[in-house]
């Protein structure tokens, strides 16, 4: 049986008088890349927030790892192993890389030694070359697709068990979006780290995810793998481009 490193029962939440998210149960288990679709305005930023605690649930609960971490701080969700990847990057603009990079694993410290976070640094420079290449420029003259680099490479830096990914390729050119998704399945298979991944690009998201919920206004729609997701007329209809050809 597999093993759940993170279960959501139930969650609501609100901004103000209005409900946003209406019950929302999902689970994602260790070493799956499970994917979050569905159009803007369903749901799926809030959930992602209420999951590291950035937006306070109204009702329900988060468990990682079987610990209820549902109105822990964010920060201390960190440390236990989640690290977020908000939708557009947020990275420090006028920091430089390698200052950017140090913050993500400003939490470990000084628990790990900054010689062994250093070698890991290293190990994110070899995967991001074009960081190491401006590792003393500030984070906001890098292009749109380096600083997403450079915000998933301070996550990794964490060290987390499950990375919580919004939107990575948001308003990137093609080629670069690709190559942010090809990352996001070497993250997976290199790092032993779990994704659970909010895409705009469906199709894009379903060919490297293990399975996927689709949200509407607050709920869950439908849920499965990625395959039979990919194959549901509802979803070829409104996500896909097409109502009959299988992807």
């Not at 305005?41 to 610990?67: E, P």
């Not at 989640?82 to 939490?107: C, K």
Request: aromatic share 4%; proline share 4%.
């Amino acid at each position: 049986m597999e093993k759940a490193i993170l279960r959501v029962e139930n969650m609501k939440a609100r901004y103000g008088p209005v409900e946003v998210l209406h019950g929302i149960d999902l689970h994602v288990n260790e070493g799956e890349i499970v994917s979050l679709l569905g159009s803007n305005g369903a749901g799926k930023t809030t959930l992602l927030n209420c999951i590291c605690g950035l937006h306070g649930a109204k009702d329900g609960s988060v468990w990682f790892r079987d610990q209820d971490i549902t109105r822990i701080p964010a920060e201390l969700v960190v440390a236990r192993g989640m690290a977020h990847v908000p939708e557009r990057r947020q990275i420090f603009s006028t920091l430089t890389v390698e200052d950017n990079l140090w913050l993500g694993a400003s939490h470990r410290m000084p628990k790990t030694s900054k010689r062994e976070i250093a070698k890991e640094m290293e190990t994110v420079y070899e995967r991001f070359p074009i960081l190491a290449e401006r590792k003393w420029q500030l984070g906001g003259t890098l292009s749109g697709g380096q600083q997403q680099m450079l915000a998933i490479g301070r996550a990794l830096l964490s060290r987390p068990q499950l990375l919580l990914l919004d939107e990575p390729s948001l308003g990137l050119a093609p080629l670069i979006a690709k190559e942010i998704l090809t990352i996001v399945q070497e993250i997976r298979s290199q790092w032993g780290t779990t994704v659970l991944l909010v895409e705009q690009n469906a199709r894009a998201a379903l060919a490297i995810s293990d399975r996927a919920y689709v949200l509407s206004t607050g709920t869950v729609m439908l849920e499965g793998t990625a395959e039979m997701i990919s194959n549901d007329p509802r979803v070829q209809s409104a996500y896909l481009g097409h109502s009959h050809e299988a992807v």
